[in-house]
């Protein structure tokens, strides 16, 4: 029913899909982080 062979075998597509969606997220707090610190027209 289960195969390991498969499972094992699909382990480091799902490796290199985790380290993309965690290298986006990081960039998207950098850029995030990076224009906060741009100084704008703030009106309070």
Same mark, same amino acid.
């Given at each position: 029913? /289960?195969?390991?062979?498969? /499972? &094992? !075998?699909?382990? *480091? =597509? #799902? $490796? +290199?899909? #985790? &380290?993309? @969606? /965690? @290298?986006?997220?990081?960039? =998207? @707090?950098? =850029?995030? #982080? %990076? %224009?906060?610190? %741009? *100084? $704008?027209? +703030? !009106? !309070?």
């Amino acid at each position: 029913m /289960f195969n390991v062979d498969y /499972f &094992l !075998e699909a382990l *480091p =597509i #799902m $490796g +290199k899909g #985790m &380290l993309g @969606i /965690f @290298i986006v997220t990081g960039a =998207i @707090i950098l =850029i995030v #982080m %990076l %224009l906060n610190k %741009l *100084p $704008g027209n +703030k !009106e !309070e």
